[in-house]
């Protein structure tokens, strides 16, 4: 779940188009993610999605005109407006754009948007020839210009036959937009570099040296990082992870490689994020055939990798440096150690064994230590909260 649409008042508006359906999987996203749904349709939207599978996801009555009685009455859809955290119009039609721009209020949806002032979220999905007509682009531009959020259409081919742009945007697109809608800008502008998953050390073509790391962690800061305005670049390694929306993700393997990309893209970034639980280790030889199991005993040589870590702290200059530092024991006095040793503004210390390990799990439980010997114990919490929670502190921090 993430705690940024956790009890927020979400008003969903779906006028008619083919894409109503999809709107279905949509309410279910935003339910899962502990948000309070509201339903507006549109008479059209009706034809293509009943309302009682939305009044079902939801779990209260769908409003679907202007003069409808009870709880939706016409007065109420100003109430809904004053609560809103957000809105989302999805699919949002040429005929729902158009009204929308010219400030038309003839239905309960149009009729609720004019009074509503929290971020609106506007999806359109048409005909290919009817989204890219003049009017419509015009309108969008209007609806922009005043503040909106346009998440522009998907491409591909379309109910009526055509093949072009006008496809609505699966849901979880959606959802991730109107995530980053309801977040702090706070690193608008800021570069941002997260490492995040495991590193391999081949020993032969089918055997490698390597960690339990899931890399949910790093991609976890990553995603954040865009969420609250950051360009964000995420070197990782080799995770069965979901790329980010809208972040660089460079893939390796070795710790060699990522010492040579961290390295590349380190001039231009303003706060780094070493996540990833990098190999300090790799083997002398590699083989260059499997290795065959015929001795009863195999001497594997290893060598040092470069501290990549280290090596950034020393030439980091006024950028803010974050590690982790994964232990077994005394986790304050080896913490506090890699933070002074390495020249790090920051560090994430956690446990990583036992029943609370971080490795493969969906939640964390870490302590934070900073330059200034100030330290932070923090309570398990998802991966996704705790991400939140960083970026909380990189950015108090940096800003002083």
Avoid at 228 to 253: C, E, F, H, N, Y
């Amino acid at each position: 779940m993430t705690e940024m649409l956790e009890k927020k008042n979400i008003i969903m508006g779906i006028s008619g188009g083919i894409a109503a359906y999809k709107s279905v999987e949509l309410l279910r996203l935003l339910t899962k993610q502990g948000a309070d749904v509201r339903v507006l349709m549109t008479r059209n939207a009706c034809r293509f999605v009943g309302p009682l599978t939305l009044e079902a996801l939801s779990g209260k009555v769908v409003c679907t005109h202007l003069f409808q009685e009870g709880e939706n009455a016409s007065i109420g859809h100003i109430e809904w407006a004053k609560d809103a955290d957000a809105v989302i119009i999805a699919p949002a039609t040429a005929n729902i754009i158009g009204k929308m721009a010219g400030g038309i209020a003839d239905d309960a949806l149009t009729t609720f948007v004019l009074a509503v002032t929290a971020p609106i979220l506007i999806c359109p999905s048409m005909n290919t020839d009817m989204y890219q007509s003049p009017v419509v682009q015009r309108n969008l531009s209007l609806l922009e210009k005043d503040g909106h959020i346009i998440l522009r259409p998907d491409s591909g081919e379309l109910a009526c036959g055509v093949t072009g742009p006008g496809r609505l945007p699966d849901p979880e697109q959606i959802l991730e937009r109107l995530i980053k809608a309801m977040c702090p800008q706070d690193l608008s502008g800021k570069r941002v570099m997260v490492t995040a998953g495991p590193t391999q050390e081949p020993i032969d073509p089918v055997r490698f040296l390597s960690n339990p790391s899931s890399g949910k962690m790093g991609y976890a800061i990553a995603r954040a990082a865009q969420r609250r305005g950051a360009l964000v670049t995420l070197i990782s390694g080799l995770t069965s992870l979901q790329d980010p929306s809208d972040v660089k993700v460079i893939r390796i393997q070795t710790a060699a490689q990522m010492a040579s990309a961290v390295f590349e893209h380190f001039e231009e970034m303003d706060i780094i994020v070493k996540s990833a639980a990098v190999s300090d280790y790799r083997p002398e030889e590699r083989a260059g055939e499997k290795i065959k199991k015929d001795k009863n005993e195999m001497m594997l040589n290893l060598v040092r990798n470069q501290d990549i870590l280290a090596e950034i702290g020393q030439r980091k200059g006024d950028r803010f440096l974050v590690g982790f530092a994964a232990e077994t024991e005394a986790l304050d006095q080896n913490a506090t150690k890699k933070l002074r040793k390495k020249n790090l503004d920051m560090i994430v210390g956690n446990i990583v064994k036992g029943e609370d390990s971080a490795f493969g799990s969906d939640t964390n439980k870490v302590s934070l230590y900073y330059r200034d010997g100030n330290q932070e114990a923090l309570p398990m919490m998802d991966k996704e909260g705790l991400a939140n929670r960083l970026l909380d502190r990189i950015v108090e921090r940096s800003n002083k």
